[in-house]
Structures are given as C-alpha cells and as structure tokens.
C-alpha cells in the first residue's frame, strides 16, 4: 500500500483535460510545497513534470500543470495528446524518517 | 549533455553480492544529491535512499535500512547501490536519480535509464 493515494487509472479524449488526485496527510502532502510529478512511459525512466507543486522544468509543455489543496495535489493535463498515454506518479517529502513517499501512479489513457 | 548512466543489466543468483552504478556527466556531480528508486514489474516507484557526492553522506529509506549500501567515488562522477546477499525480493529495475536542488524533500530532475537486476536459482 502506497503512502498517497492515487486514482488506479484515468481516461479522456484527444482535446480533453483530465485531472489526477493525489491524497496524502498533514505529514506530506498537506504540510509541505514539497510535491512532484512524473510521467513514465512503458520501458521507460519517469520524467519530471511538476515539482513543487506548481512549477514546470524547462521543456515540459504548459498543457501540464499542478495545484494542492490541502492534504491532496492535483496534476491537470490539458489539450489530451497521445504522447501524454502514460502512468503518472505524485511524490512528497514526509517529516517520517522514509523523507519521500510515491502514490501507487496513475494509468492514463487517451482513448 | 547532463546526463546520468548507469551500468547494464545484471543476473544473479540468490546469495551473491551485486554493485551496480551511476556515472553523471555534464555537470557538478559533487554538488548534487543522487538518489536511488526501485521499481519492481509492474509496480510502483520506491525510493530507497540518497546520498551527497560531496562528502558521501547516505541516508536510508527505513524499508532498505540494513538492506543496501548507497555509496559515491567523486573522483569518477559516479554513485553506486550494493547488496551483499541478494534475494529473489531484489528483482526489480533500479534507477538513479539526481536532486534538483539542495534541499531534502526537492524533486529528482534528472533520471538514469534504469539497471534490471534480476536475481534467480
């Protein structure tokens, strides 16, 4: 059992947005803008998407955005594109001595 | 180019010792923190532990505490991860991975392309 808990899978439309959940405690999550993002393709190493929340590395397109609200963060993908079909995982610092916890990861689906 | 690489695949039989490796390029090595993540197949990303090139100071997931051993040579640009005994439980692709920025609890920006380790009788 993964210590934040996210959706198993999503699915949406070229065009569409989705939005993945990310929930974890006041001890992660909630209580730091410690939380991050990755894409990973099959057979492939994850990417870095969002970190701290909000903020994007150099080249990762606009259509990806974070947020957090509480004990849950929330990463948003506009304008659906094929090459976005991937698992998608959240992370946080946690004041527990493991210092960073996954979410299980998020299968997205472009239907 | 930045850039982390590490060493092949590797199959081992239970017991064994293994030492796989991550050589960064492109950039300070020393002053960044590298970090290890299993991901065992079809699963999820663990993080296992991390250490500072500069000085060599690991730090341990409780769950691999006593189980690995995170080690750098600054002199090569390159971190390693070591088991003295492996487990069938030890298979799983392993990556490496650098720290954004200085503060513990930052992201990893920067991914190796993973080492599968499997470990078979």
């Known amino acids: 059992q993964s210590a934040l808990t996210q959706p198993a899978s999503v699915s949406g439309s070229p065009g569409q947005s989705i939005t993945i959940s990310c929930t974890g405690t006041?001890?992660?999550?909630?209580?730091?803008?410690?939380v991050s993002w990755y894409q990973q393709h099959p057979g492939k190493a994850p990417k870095l998407m969002i970190y701290?929340?909000?903020n994007r590395p150099s080249g990762v397109s606009y259509r990806f955005s974070g947020s957090k609200s509480g004990n849950t963060a929330s990463l948003t993908i506009s304008g659906l594109q094929a090459e976005d079909e991937a698992d998608y995982y959240c992370s946080s610092y946690t004041t527990s001595s493991t210092l960073w916890v996954f979410g299980g990861g998020t299968q997205l689906t472009v239907l | 180019e930045v850039q982390l690489v590490q060493s092949g695949a590797e199959a081992k039989k239970p017991g064994e010792s293994l030492k796989i490796s991550c050589k960064g390029s492109g950039y300070s090595f020393t002053s960044y923190w590298i970090g290890w993540v299993r991901q065992m197949s079809g699963k999820g990303l663990e993080w296992m532990g991390i250490i500072y090139p500069g000085d060599s100071d690991p730090r341990y997931s409780p769950s691999f505490q006593g189980q690995v051993t995170i080690s750098a040579d600054k002199s090569i640009s390159t971190a390693y991860l070591q088991w003295s005994s492996l487990k069938a439980s030890d298979t799983a692709m392993y990556y490496c991975a650098r720290l954004r920025g200085s503060m513990i609890g930052d992201a990893f920006d920067l991914w190796g392309q993973g080492t599968m380790v499997t470990v078979s009788a």
């Open positions: 701290n929340v909000s």
């Open positions: 006041s001890s992660d999550v909630g209580g730091y803008n410690y």
